[in-house]
């Protein structure tokens, strides 16, 4: 169970302590702009939906309603909005938990300045769990912008095995769809496959623009160790775009290929009736003349006159099989 509210004293040198909100500085004591690496900071991260939430951030965090407004919206997409001297981070990660759907992806805000860095999430993300775990071995972001990097950079992490899961399935939709005597319609999976790499890429896209804008925005407290990890996590992002329109090319092809192989099933069978058909055609214009309730219908008081007409039949449709055979139509 994560505890609803997390506080991190960081003392910018690679350490940092777990504290409680009493216990943090107030917010406006040093000048955000004269922070900077070996500066210390602090990391509050909350839960949307815990009572304490909303009461800290309007009543103690010192912040105005742009940024608290900004923290609580219920539907967020990826974005990176400078305030002030600070800004507004959004950032989506994989939805991991058990029986969850990946793509209903997990939304987490962040306001960051120099001297503090409050996070708000409504459901716990495992990248951002896994920055929490190395803080506590003693390895901690040395500033607000190695944090963003660092948790960034742990998001893509968690989104590439996620993206080469697709790929997989991909691979084995190839296999069923080239085996040649699979008879499976795999319509459903790739349908699915192209829906979850859709619904990724809606928000990994603008997810790579916020982190690539917040790399060049004119921020005090950015240096250029802090711009170059961003980016680095950008490329990651970018790099995990890629591979997702990849996918979506791919599924795009399998059902193209799946859609030439039903229309060749559709054509065999249709060839298959069309000479089913002509075999009986001439067959059934003979019994229907022989049928006709008329005078002089050869073979009408003869005894044997069934038994060679059955023959003769026989005999005209075995030829015009061997015809058809010969002609390569069955």
Known sequence: MIDPVRVFLLDGKGSGENASLAEIPEPDAPDPREAGPGQSFVWLHFQRDDERTRAWLEEESGLDSFVVQALLAKDTRPRCTVHGQGAIVNLRGVNLHEGAEVEDMISVRFWIDGQRVV?????????????????????????????????????????????????????????????????AEPRAELADIRHQAIILRRFIGPQRDALTTLAIEDLAW??????????????????????????????????????????????RYTLLLSVVAAIFLPLSLLTGLLGINVGGIPGAQTPWAFAVVTGLIVLAGGVEVWLFKRLKLL
Do not use: C, Y
């Open 119 to 183: 996070g708000v999430w409504l459901r716990p993300l495992f990248a951002i769990v896994d920055v929490f775990d190395a803080i506590e071995r003693g390895v901690a972001p040395v500033s607000p912008g190695d944090l963003i990097a660092k948790l960034a950079l742990r998001l893509a992490d968690r989104m590439e095995p996620t993206v080469a899961e697709l790929h997989e399935r991909i691979d084995e939709l190839e296999d069923q769809i080239n085996a040649p005597e699979t008879t």
């Open 222 to 267: 950015l240096d250029d160790r802090d711009r170059s990890r961003i980016r680095e996590a950008g490329d990651r992002t970018t790099r995990v775009l890629e591979e997702l329109e990849a996918v979506r090319e791919r599924a795009a092809i399998v059902h193209d290929q799946l859609l030439e192989r039903r229309a060749e099933q559709m054509n």
